[in-house]
Structure formats: C-alpha cells, structure tokens
C-alpha cells in the first residue's frame, strides 16, 4: 500500500489497534455505537444470562469401578465407551471442546424455551429469530439436535448455518433465515458473527467465550439493526403494541 503516492483512507468496522497504528494514530471520525442508537440506525440491546456450575467453574467426573464414559472422535464423531481410569477434572474453558457435557447444553437450551415467552420476549407467540453462537462446528451439532428435541418442532425450525453445513448450501439456508418464517433458530460458529446483515433477527445466544472486544462487538451487531414492523411481521408475526405500552 505505501508504493502508491496517494492518500489513503480507511474505513473499518473494528478500529483494532494494528488498523488505527497503520495510519500512525490518524483517527479522523469515529461512529460509535451509542450514536448509531441515537441516530436511529441500530438498537439497544438487553442481556439476559442463564449461567449453571459447569459454566462457570467446570466439574469432576469421578472415577468408580465399572463406569464407562462415551469418547468421540474428533474427525469422524464416532462415539465408543471405555472405562475411567482416573478421576477426570475439566475447566470451564475446555467444556465443549476437550469434554462434551450435553446434559449443561440441554439445561441452557431449556432455560432458553422455558424463559422465552415470559422473561426474554413476554406476550410473544413465535419464537423470535434467534442466532446462537457455537464454539466450533461439532458444538453447533449438539446444539442443533437439542434444540430440535426439546422445541420439538421439526427439523426446519432449527438449522446449524457453518461451512460445514449438509444439504442445502449454507447461503440458501441463510437466505431463507433472512426472509422465510424457518428457520427460527439458527447455530452458526463464525459463519454469521461478522459482515452478515438479517434485520428481522431478535435474539443472539452466546454459548462460547468471545475473548476480543472488537468481534464481540461485530456479533452484538448481528442483532442491533433497526427494522421496520412490516419487514418484521412478514417472517415473525408480532402484535401491535398497545399507544399506552
């Protein structure tokens, strides 16, 4: 870039500070968030957090005599038992990665259906489009299936969007999440988290860690656009807020 005897501009979305040193500090305007909702081009957004022991500070499997554990293989996900011969002690960052606990990922998932209409988006009827974050792609698996078993709506309610996706091509599945009423939930890894734009979507579950504030920042955004009540009726039917509400 420094062989043109031009100016050059930048414009990013994530002012890293690799990006900002490349222009020697030369900041010229920034747009941030809080005026971007002033402005009336995104939202605000609310937090709710479902937290469980595991998340927080991992677990112990104790070893007794007889008890088997199913291993997975990590290419082909195979599941054989074997035998625990030691006591198995696993942090909260290595759930989902080195050690599946499916049992933590039903609990939040069921949170998630029991809470959805009575704390998260009270008086709704439809699921809203909701866009859950996995760590990888065997993660946005189980997702996928537990969703599926505990909505119990059918496979196209639930849809796992990654470059890995089976079936239809990842941006059909895309295009329909963006304009069709299914599916209502979809599980991405990276797919979805930056430069994707899919107005009607409501909801963002977090079920993985994101260490970089930049990226966090560009998920966050997956679900901050504003969108007109038309364009959102026609893939989530909503009632009309009462003038008084």
Do not use: W
């Not at 070893?63 to 006591?87: C, I, K, N, Q, W």
């Not at 260490?211 to 038309?230: C, F, H, I, P, W």
């Amino acid at each position: 870039m420094e062989y043109f005897d031009v100016a050059l501009i930048g414009l990013t979305a994530t002012p890293s500070k690799q990006t900002i040193g490349f222009f020697g500090g030369n900041l010229v305007v920034e747009y941030p968030h809080r005026r971007a909702v002033t402005d009336g081009v995104n939202v605000e957004g609310e937090v709710y957090r479902i937290r469980t022991s595991i998340t927080s500070g991992g677990a112990t499997l104790e070893a007794e005599p007889g008890f088997y554990v199913p291993r997975r293989d990590r290419r082909t996900r195979a599941r054989r038992y074997a035998e625990l011969d030691d006591d198995l002690t696993y942090t909260a960052n290595q759930l989902d990665r080195d050690v599946v606990a499916e049992q933590q990922i039903r609990l939040v998932v069921r949170t998630f259906r029991d809470k959805l209409f009575t704390e998260i988006f009270p008086g709704r009827k439809n699921v809203p489009k909701t866009l859950v974050f996995a760590k990888n792609d065997a993660h946005a698996d189980d997702i996928t299936r537990i969703v599926r078993e505990e909505f119990g709506k059918g496979n196209e309610f639930c849809q796992k969007i990654t470059y890995r996706t089976t079936g239809k091509k990842p941006d059909e599945l895309l295009q329909e999440f963006r304009t069709g009423f299914y599916p209502r939930i979809a599980v991405s890894v990276d797919m979805i988290a930056t430069g994707t734009d899919v107005k009607p979507l409501e909801c963002l579950l977090f079920m993985r860690n994101v260490k970089s504030a930049n990226y966090l920042e560009q998920m966050k955004g997956r679900g901050t656009r504003v969108v007109d009540r038309a364009s959102l009726n026609a893939v989530t039917p909503t009632p009309t807020p009462s003038p008084t509400s």
